[in-house]
Protein backbone atom coordinates (compact mmCIF):
# COMPACT_ATOMS: atom_id res chain seq x y z
CA UNK A 1 0.00 0.00 0.00
CA UNK A 2 1.44 3.44 -1.10
CA UNK A 3 2.33 5.81 1.86
CA UNK A 4 0.52 8.69 0.00
CA UNK A 5 -2.87 8.82 -2.41
CA UNK A 6 -2.16 8.69 -5.99
CA UNK A 7 -4.03 11.67 -7.21
CA UNK A 8 -6.50 10.71 -10.04
CA UNK A 9 -6.20 12.25 -13.49
CA UNK A 10 -9.80 13.21 -13.88
CA UNK A 11 -9.50 14.63 -9.81
CA UNK A 12 -6.71 16.69 -10.27
CA UNK A 13 -7.14 20.55 -11.30
CA UNK A 14 -5.52 23.26 -12.91
CA UNK A 15 -2.12 23.08 -13.86
CA UNK A 16 -1.63 19.46 -12.25
CA UNK A 17 -4.39 18.22 -14.51
CA UNK A 18 -2.53 19.64 -17.50
CA UNK A 19 0.73 17.92 -16.52
CA UNK A 20 -1.07 14.65 -15.87
CA UNK A 21 -3.22 14.80 -19.23
CA UNK A 22 0.44 14.86 -20.83
CA UNK A 23 2.10 12.37 -18.77
CA UNK A 24 -1.18 10.52 -19.72
CA UNK A 25 -0.94 10.79 -23.59
CA UNK A 26 2.73 10.30 -23.47
CA UNK A 27 2.25 6.52 -21.69
CA UNK A 28 -1.53 5.71 -22.71
CA UNK A 29 -2.20 5.38 -18.88
CA UNK A 30 -1.05 7.70 -15.62
CA UNK A 31 1.42 5.29 -14.22
CA UNK A 32 1.28 5.42 -10.49
CA UNK A 33 5.08 7.17 -9.79
CA UNK A 34 2.97 10.18 -10.93
CA UNK A 35 0.06 10.12 -9.58
CA UNK A 36 2.03 9.88 -6.61
CA UNK A 37 4.21 13.08 -7.39
CA UNK A 38 1.03 15.15 -8.30
CA UNK A 39 0.78 15.67 -4.73
CA UNK A 40 2.95 18.37 -5.05
CA UNK A 41 2.10 20.31 -8.26
CA UNK A 42 6.01 21.75 -7.80
CA UNK A 43 7.83 18.27 -7.40
CA UNK A 44 5.19 17.16 -10.70
CA UNK A 45 6.31 20.11 -12.91
CA UNK A 46 9.96 19.18 -11.65
CA UNK A 47 10.08 15.58 -12.51
CA UNK A 48 7.64 15.46 -15.97
CA UNK A 49 10.25 18.42 -17.06
CA UNK A 50 12.85 16.51 -16.22
CA UNK A 51 12.03 13.91 -18.64
CA UNK A 52 10.82 16.35 -21.21
CA UNK A 53 14.30 18.19 -21.10
CA UNK A 54 16.11 14.58 -20.85
CA UNK A 55 14.66 13.24 -23.91
CA UNK A 56 15.36 15.76 -26.25
CA UNK A 57 19.31 14.77 -24.56
CA UNK A 58 22.24 13.61 -27.08
CA UNK A 59 22.79 10.16 -25.12
CA UNK A 60 19.32 8.05 -26.93
CA UNK A 61 16.83 6.59 -25.51
CA UNK A 62 18.61 2.76 -25.34
CA UNK A 63 21.75 4.58 -23.72
CA UNK A 64 19.26 6.45 -21.20
CA UNK A 65 16.82 3.38 -20.28
CA UNK A 66 20.24 1.32 -19.65
CA UNK A 67 21.04 4.12 -17.02
CA UNK A 68 18.07 3.76 -15.56
CA UNK A 69 17.89 0.40 -15.44
CA UNK A 70 21.40 0.20 -13.95
CA UNK A 71 20.16 2.97 -11.14
CA UNK A 72 16.89 1.07 -10.67
CA UNK A 73 18.68 -1.93 -9.17
CA UNK A 74 21.50 -0.47 -8.18
CA UNK A 75 18.76 1.07 -5.58
CA UNK A 76 16.74 -2.03 -5.33
CA UNK A 77 13.51 -0.04 -6.98
CA UNK A 78 11.31 -1.98 -8.55
CA UNK A 79 8.97 0.13 -9.98
CA UNK A 80 12.09 1.68 -11.97
CA UNK A 81 13.53 -1.60 -12.75
CA UNK A 82 10.23 -2.75 -14.25
CA UNK A 83 9.33 0.61 -16.08
CA UNK A 84 12.81 1.60 -17.24
CA UNK A 85 12.65 -2.09 -18.60
CA UNK A 86 9.84 -2.14 -20.49
CA UNK A 87 10.38 1.19 -22.33
CA UNK A 88 14.02 -0.01 -22.70
CA UNK A 89 12.40 -2.68 -24.82
CA UNK A 90 10.83 -0.53 -26.92
CA UNK A 91 13.78 1.38 -27.34
CA UNK A 92 15.10 -1.81 -29.06
CA UNK A 93 17.43 -2.99 -26.21
CA UNK A 94 17.49 -7.07 -25.77
CA UNK A 95 16.17 -8.90 -22.71
CA UNK A 96 20.33 -9.87 -22.57
CA UNK A 97 20.99 -5.93 -22.92
CA UNK A 98 18.60 -5.13 -20.31
CA UNK A 99 19.47 -7.81 -17.61
CA UNK A 100 23.42 -7.20 -18.39
CA UNK A 101 22.62 -2.86 -17.69
CA UNK A 102 21.05 -4.10 -14.35
CA UNK A 103 24.77 -4.64 -13.30
CA UNK A 104 26.26 -1.96 -14.92
CA UNK A 105 27.55 -4.10 -17.89
CA UNK A 106 27.15 -3.88 -21.64
CA UNK A 107 28.62 -5.81 -24.25
CA UNK A 108 30.10 -2.42 -25.52
CA UNK A 109 33.06 -1.36 -24.22
CA UNK A 110 32.08 2.39 -24.28
CA UNK A 111 28.65 1.55 -23.23
CA UNK A 112 30.66 -0.52 -19.96
CA UNK A 113 32.51 2.07 -19.02
CA UNK A 114 29.94 4.76 -19.03
CA UNK A 115 27.39 2.23 -17.29
CA UNK A 116 30.14 2.29 -14.69
CA UNK A 117 30.64 5.64 -14.11
CA UNK A 118 26.74 5.69 -13.22
CA UNK A 119 27.30 3.13 -10.86
CA UNK A 120 30.28 5.21 -9.41
CA UNK A 121 28.32 8.22 -8.86
CA UNK A 122 25.58 6.35 -6.95
CA UNK A 123 27.75 4.46 -5.10
CA UNK A 124 29.93 7.34 -3.79
CA UNK A 125 26.81 9.50 -4.00
CA UNK A 126 28.59 11.67 -6.55
CA UNK A 127 32.30 12.05 -4.70
CA UNK A 128 34.03 10.28 -7.93
CA UNK A 129 37.57 11.07 -8.37
CA UNK A 130 39.56 12.40 -11.19
CA UNK A 131 40.47 8.71 -12.64
CA UNK A 132 36.43 8.07 -12.96
CA UNK A 133 36.32 11.42 -14.94
CA UNK A 134 38.86 10.12 -16.83
CA UNK A 135 38.25 6.64 -17.70
CA UNK A 136 34.95 8.00 -19.03
CA UNK A 137 36.76 10.38 -21.17
CA UNK A 138 39.03 7.83 -22.68
CA UNK A 139 36.41 5.70 -22.98
CA UNK A 140 35.09 8.50 -25.73
CA UNK A 141 32.92 10.05 -23.99
CA UNK A 142 32.63 14.32 -24.40
CA UNK A 143 32.26 16.39 -21.34
CA UNK A 144 28.12 17.14 -22.71
CA UNK A 145 27.42 13.26 -22.68
CA UNK A 146 29.17 13.05 -19.32
CA UNK A 147 27.32 16.19 -17.78
CA UNK A 148 23.87 14.57 -19.06
CA UNK A 149 24.71 11.42 -18.08
CA UNK A 150 24.76 13.22 -13.94
CA UNK A 151 21.35 14.84 -14.74
CA UNK A 152 20.37 11.26 -15.53
CA UNK A 153 21.33 9.55 -12.76
CA UNK A 154 19.93 12.67 -10.68
CA UNK A 155 16.72 12.28 -11.80
CA UNK A 156 16.54 8.63 -11.54
CA UNK A 157 17.69 8.92 -8.20
CA UNK A 158 14.56 11.26 -7.75
CA UNK A 159 11.98 8.44 -9.28
CA UNK A 160 14.00 5.90 -7.45
CA UNK A 161 13.64 7.95 -3.53
CA UNK A 162 9.92 8.88 -4.64
CA UNK A 163 8.78 4.78 -5.17
CA UNK A 164 10.87 3.10 -2.78
CA UNK A 165 10.15 6.08 0.51
CA UNK A 166 6.99 6.48 -0.85
CA UNK A 167 5.93 2.43 -1.34
CA UNK A 168 4.25 3.68 -5.30
CA UNK A 169 2.73 0.29 -6.58
CA UNK A 170 4.09 -1.30 -9.42
CA UNK A 171 1.69 -0.87 -12.76
CA UNK A 172 4.68 -1.85 -14.54
CA UNK A 173 5.22 -6.36 -15.65
CA UNK A 174 7.82 -7.10 -12.70
CA UNK A 175 11.53 -7.66 -13.49
CA UNK A 176 13.59 -9.80 -10.47
CA UNK A 177 16.30 -6.91 -9.20
CA UNK A 178 20.25 -8.64 -9.86
Known amino acids: MSHVSLVARNDATGATRELLDQIHAAFGATPAMFRAVANSPAALRSMWGSFQALGDGTLGSALTEQIAVAVANRNGCEYCLAA ?48 QIEAVRAAGWTETELVELIAHVA ?24
Do not use: I
Not at 164 to 178: E, I, K
Open 84 to 131: HTGLGRKAGLSEAALAAAQTGDADDPKTAALLEFALELVDRRGHVGAE
Open 155 to 178: LNLFTNYVNVALRVPVDFPMVALR
